[in-house]
């Protein structure tokens, strides 16, 4: 048997989300795996680093793949993407040592969150940021978002407490602005599910002034999510990277 990790690419608003659904033939993994079998003749299995909700994108997700069966790594990522939607492409595979696992051995990701504040949105990018025609307080944000780096306990900022553990480390908060576009950057362990877009949602409440900076301390410490602010919608996520 061996094992590849593949690095993926995807227009999220296309499909239903990563994991394979019962229901609907419209899921990254399902697709993956079909694809993937139909070449190679067997019955693959295709795990990503995690589960990115319908509508998030991906410029650099991975996935693990173990097979039997032997195949060049150049000839099988042509044949893939020949055979894939426009919306989902594999740039890059890697073989790895038996035992890699694309979720259980990563390290850390990083996800950026896109915000448009002009008072039309533009054409092009209307599909990929959150339209937010308001003056925002960068430095207010910032000041917010120191106070979400460290090993804290996130139990605030998840709409679904099904994970052990809500602890998590976040390494780097970013507040990044080019003319009336506005990137947040997140880099830690891991997320709870809609952790990044409930953290986004808060970070622009306080940057409309509709919550003190000193506030994020109390949302943290109460571990109540009706205490922090908005779930940004999906179309402005993507996830960046993943490190091993």
């Not at 067997?42 to 996935?63: P, Y």
């Not at 039997?68 to 993407?81: A, C, G, I, K």
């Not at 804290?152 to 679904?160: C, E, G, R, V």
């Amino acid at each position: 048997m061996k094992t590849y990790k593949l690095t993926l690419m995807y227009d999220g608003g296309c499909f239903r989300g990563w994991q394979r659904q019962g229901n609907t033939n419209l899921t990254i993994q399902g697709i993956l795996e079909d694809t993937a079998s139909e070449i190679l003749q067997e019955r693959v299995e295709i795990n990503g680093s995690g589960r990115t909700d319908a509508g998030v994108h991906a410029k650099g997700q991975t996935a693990s793949m173990v097979v039997s069966t032997s195949f060049h790594s150049r000839d099988f990522l042509e044949q893939m993407n020949k055979e894939l939607p426009d919306e989902l492409k594999i740039k890059d595979i890697v073989l790895e040592k038996n035992g890699f696992h694309a979720r259980l051995s990563a390290k850390a990701k990083c996800y950026e969150y896109n915000i448009d504040t002009r008072q039309k949105q533009g054409v092009f990018g209307r599909k990929y940021s959150l339209s937010y025609p308001y003056e925002l307080d960068l430095c207010a944000m910032r000041q917010a978002a120191s106070y979400l780096v460290g090993r804290q306990d996130f139990a605030a900022f998840t709409d679904l407490k099904e994970d052990k553990s809500t602890v998590r480390t976040i390494y780097k908060v970013e507040i990044e602005q080019r003319q009336d576009t506005i990137k947040l950057v997140y880099c830690g362990t891991g997320f709870l599910y809609h952790m990044v877009r409930i953290l986004t949602g808060t970070l622009l409440e306080v940057g409309r002034k509709k919550k003190d900076p000193e506030e994020i301390k109390e949302i943290l410490a109460s571990k109540e999510r009706a205490n922090a602010g908005f779930c940004a919608p999906a179309k402005g996520l993507f996830l960046k990277e993943v490190y091993y």
